[in-house]
């Protein structure tokens, strides 16, 4: 399964820096609210946060990129 499909389903992906997760469900059924895209690391925090509608091609370099840099 690719990353747009798991995103679509709003699915928790669990990777090797940490999670991607995705949610576009109503708060309550006549709210809606913008898509919202949280990279957490393996410590806790929150890398990024991307309102709206995810850039996936950023969403697969990240993770790598943050993987490079030193601890």
Request: proline share 13%; with cysteine; hydrophobic share 45%.
């Amino acid at each position: 399964m690719n990353i747009r499909i798991l995103a679509a389903l709003g699915v928790v992906i669990l990777g090797i820096a940490g999670f991607f997760v995705y949610s576009h469900q109503p708060v309550a059924p006549d709210t809606r609210l913008p898509p919202t895209t949280f990279l957490i690391d393996h410590r806790g925090p929150i890398v990024c946060k991307c309102p709206g509608e995810p850039d996936f091609d950023a969403l697969h370099t990240l993770p790598e990129r943050l993987l490079a840099e030193p601890v």
